[in-house]
């Protein structure tokens, strides 16, 4: 039962441009979302997170946003460069001391020069 | 300070075998997980140790299990493997009991033939 959803399984964007990357979620005691970032051959390294009582967290070039009643986050990436260029895995947890996370499938992300 | 590092990063086992892979956590960090990750999907929490204990488990067999020593290494033994078996497989630590942002390792790579 996937609880959390990545349902673009691929992003291709230019150089400098935005990406958006979207995540929905049906498990409504979901209440801390993270997004990590894997190179090929590594493990994933977390990027960015946000709680439910936010809807918006902001770090350098990375944005979170979450609509909690639409259950539904993204993460925006201004500009977008090559070394952006990974899949991108959103999480989400029960709390902020909720160890247990649940993975979408994850979006791969590539910045054309 | 050095990450996690996990071992074998590749093997291959016949059905019906048993097998163990080995994590070393982060300096300073207490708290391991593991998670599966199959071929196209993201990564499935198997269950957390934390201090030698298992402190969570996600929907895993029993056959599914895992060790954390004192010194935070942990292994984790799959017996009687089945071919749904073959993934990778994610060693994570953090700091103290519930944190979330986890330092993944790169994964051992285990193929079921």
């Known amino acids: 039962d996937q609880q959390v959803k990545q349902n673009s399984p691929s992003l291709s964007v230019q150089e400098g441009r935005i990406s958006i990357l979207n995540c929905d979620y049906t498990n409504s005691m979901f209440d801390y979302f993270l997004w990590y970032k894997k190179y090929p051959a590594e493990g994933p390294t977390f990027l960015i997170s946000?709680?439910?009582?936010?809807d918006k967290n902001e770090d350098g070039r990375f944005t979170v946003f979450l609509n909690k009643s639409a259950k539904h986050l993204s993460l925006h990436i201004v500009p977008s460069q090559p070394g952006d260029s990974a899949v991108y895995f959103c999480?989400?947890?029960?709390?902020?001391?909720?160890?247990?996370?649940?993975f979408g499938a994850g979006t791969t992300v590539t910045v054309r020069a | 300070e050095t990450g996690v590092t996990q071992s074998p990063t590749h093997l291959i086992k016949t059905r019906g075998q048993q097998v163990t892979l080995r994590c070393s956590s982060q300096s300073g960090h207490n708290t391991v997980s593991w998670y599966q990750q199959a071929l196209g999907q993201g990564p499935q929490f198997i269950f957390q140790?934390?201090?030698?204990?298992?402190?969570g488990r996600g929907n895993f067999p029993p056959r599914f299990s895992g060790l954390q020593f004192p010194n935070y290494s942990s292994e984790l033994n799959v017996n009687a493997l089945e071919l749904d078996d073959s993934a990778l497989y994610l060693c994570a630590s953090a700091r103290g009991y519930g944190a979330n942002v986890l330092t993944f390792g790169a994964g051992s790579r285990l193929t079921v033939l």
């Open positions: 140790y934390y201090r030698e204990e298992e402190n």
């Open positions: 946000i709680s439910s009582i936010k």
């Open positions: 999480a989400a947890s029960a709390g902020v001391n909720d160890y247990k996370l649940s």
